[in-house]
């Protein structure tokens, strides 16, 4: 089991670039969610995935981030265009979509904004 | 509204001693709670979870935690600290979605 991957791990960019972060659940996971770290905010929920749908996006920030996930495999989260606000670490973590079933998070993306 | 509170930034405690680190929630209806440590640029890492049953929890690397109804209080414990449990902790609390309520988090420091 090789754990939830993350790319990259980290990210610096300019002020109004496109971001694009990536991540690999665990093979059979149905489950997918994508958290910001900031010392400020603490752990947020931005969105989370049942079977590559989405079902709640209600903590993404603004118009500017958009998640995808085309297949059981793959998800991204963009954020175009980025702004300084927008550093932080992003998690991605995905879990069996059974009632009660911890949450696997893998190590991150630290982005950076200048 | 659904919250979650960890009422400590920081616990420090000498090795060998015992450890709590104190989460207290609130939530309408039943209740399903989880810890959560976190190492130096890792991501988070379940320890264990209340659903239902015995009050006391057992999980990993020796944790254990007990769920107390009436004080709505999760806290989690350890009858032996090592420097190797220095970290962050997070208690999570879920009710009636997929989602779950983290704490702020509260950075345990074991002393030699």
């Known amino acids: 089991d090789a754990g939830v991957i993350q790319s990259p791990r980290h990210e610096v960019t300019e002020m109004g670039q496109e971001v694009t972060l990536r991540c690999k659940p665990i093979?059979?996971?149905?489950?997918l969610f994508w958290y910001r770290q900031t010392m400020m905010r603490g752990l947020e929920l931005l969105i989370y995935?049942?079977?590559?749908?989405?079902?709640?996006d209600s903590g993404m920030p603004e118009d500017r981030f958009s998640a995808k996930m085309p297949n059981a495999s793959f998800s991204t989260l963009k954020i175009q265009p980025s702004e300084p606000r927008d550093s932080a670490v992003y998690f991605c973590?995905?879990?069996?979509?059974?009632?009660?079933?911890?949450?696997?998070f893998g190590n991150g993306t630290r982005l950076t904004v200048t | 509204a659904q919250s979650v509170a960890q009422p400590e930034d920081q616990v420090n405690v000498a090795e060998g001693n015992p450890l709590t680190v104190k989460c207290t929630y609130s939530?309408?209806?039943?209740?399903?709670l989880f810890w959560y440590v976190q190492y130096p640029n890792r991501g988070l890492q379940f320890l264990l979870k209340?659903?239902?049953?015995?009050?006391l929890v057992k999980g990993s690397y020796g944790f254990e935690a007990e769920f107390n109804k009436s004080q709505t209080s999760f806290h989690l414990k350890k009858p032996s600290a090592l420097v190797s449990d220095s970290a962050l902790y997070f208690c999570?609390?879920?009710?009636?979605?997929?989602?779950?309520?983290f704490g702020t988090g509260t950075r345990l420091q074991v002393f030699p």
């Open positions: 973590a995905s879990s069996l979509n059974v009632p009660y079933s911890p949450l696997h």
């Open positions: 995935f049942n079977n590559n749908v989405p079902i709640d």
């Open positions: 209340y659903i239902t049953g015995d009050n």
């Open positions: 939530v309408s209806g039943n209740p399903y």
């Open positions: 093979s059979g996971h149905n489950s």
């Open positions: 999570a609390v879920g009710y009636n979605t997929d989602k779950l309520i």
